[in-house]
């Protein structure tokens, strides 16, 4: 941990939380379909993938969903089920981010699409304030686990892979930053990340920003 110079978190799991149910049964409502199925088509296909490393748009992607889910229902009714995934934070995390700034810099970095990226942005910016930076795939053009995406951060934040701790309830994610020489925690719960970052919440805190 002594050569750890900077804290960067995936952020659906780690600090707010996903339900995928919500968007399954807004379009199952709208559609006249059975939510159950829904889900059970559903997949984190190559249409998912691109329009996370910003590839495809929107509209675009929801077209992908008609198709793949068989539920034929308008592009807004789509965009608020899709938007509908994130129920709220998770709070013992968020409230450790608050206690973290000024001790060491934090990054945010998330696969992510911009519809999402527009929801959660807005609705969660107080809880974000902490980060000195946030990375999406939508915007770098490379998701995790991909060692460029993790590549590409390293440089913008301007350390060695080896300097950056990630935090990332993904296990392949986590597996692939370890490969790319990121060090890396499997976050199953607020607990491993209260553990991993004990050793920075005795130092006293400094100007945000600070190596």
Same mark, same amino acid.
């Given at each position: 941990?002594?050569?750890?110079?900077?804290?960067?978190?995936?952020?659906?799991?780690?600090?707010?939380?996903?339900?995928?149910?919500?968007?399954?049964?807004?379009?199952?409502?709208?559609? &006249?379909?059975?939510?159950?199925?829904?889900?059970? *088509?559903?997949?984190?296909?190559?249409?998912?993938?691109?329009?996370?490393?910003?590839?495809?748009?929107?509209?675009?992607?929801?077209?992908?969903?008609?198709?793949?889910?068989?539920?034929?229902?308008?592009?807004?009714?789509?965009?608020?089920?899709?938007?509908?995934?994130?129920?709220?934070?998770?709070?013992?995390?968020?409230?450790?981010?608050?206690?973290?700034?000024?001790?060491?810099?934090?990054?945010?970095?998330? &696969?992510?699409?911009?519809?999402?990226?527009?929801?959660?942005?807005?609705?969660?910016?107080?809880?974000?304030?902490?980060?000195? *930076?946030?990375?999406?795939?939508?915007?770098?053009?490379?998701?995790?686990?991909?060692?460029?995406?993790?590549?590409?951060?390293?440089?913008?934040?301007?350390?060695?892979?080896?300097?950056?701790?990630?935090?990332?309830?993904?296990?392949? &994610?986590?597996?692939?930053?370890?490969?790319?020489?990121?060090?890396?925690?499997?976050?199953?719960?607020?607990?491993?990340?209260?553990?991993?970052?004990?050793?920075?919440?005795?130092?006293?805190?400094?100007?945000?920003?600070?190596?």
């Amino acid at each position: 941990m002594s050569e750890i110079r900077a804290l960067l978190f995936d952020l659906g799991g780690v600090i707010v939380d996903i339900d995928w149910d919500r968007a399954f049964g807004h379009w199952a409502r709208h559609g &006249n379909a059975d939510p159950a199925l829904l889900r059970s *088509r559903f997949a984190f296909d190559q249409h998912y993938e691109r329009h996370e490393r910003g590839e495809i748009d929107a509209r675009a992607y929801y077209e992908s969903l008609r198709r793949t889910l068989g539920v034929d229902v308008p592009h807004e009714v789509f965009d608020t089920g899709w938007k509908a995934i994130f129920p709220g934070l998770i709070a013992p995390t968020v409230a450790l981010l608050r206690d973290l700034e000024g001790r060491v810099p934090l990054y945010l970095f998330s &696969n992510t699409n911009l519809a999402h990226q527009e929801e959660w942005s807005t609705r969660f910016a107080d809880a974000l304030a902490p980060f000195d *930076r946030i990375f999406t795939s939508c915007e770098i053009g490379a998701r995790k686990p991909e060692p460029a995406a993790f590549e590409h951060v390293a440089r913008e934040i301007g350390l060695p892979l080896g300097a950056i701790l990630f935090f990332d309830d993904t296990e392949s &994610n986590v597996l692939g930053a370890r490969a790319a020489g990121m060090p890396a925690v499997h976050v199953r719960s607020p607990q491993d990340v209260r553990r991993a970052v004990g050793p920075w919440l005795v130092r006293p805190a400094s100007r945000r920003g600070a190596v």
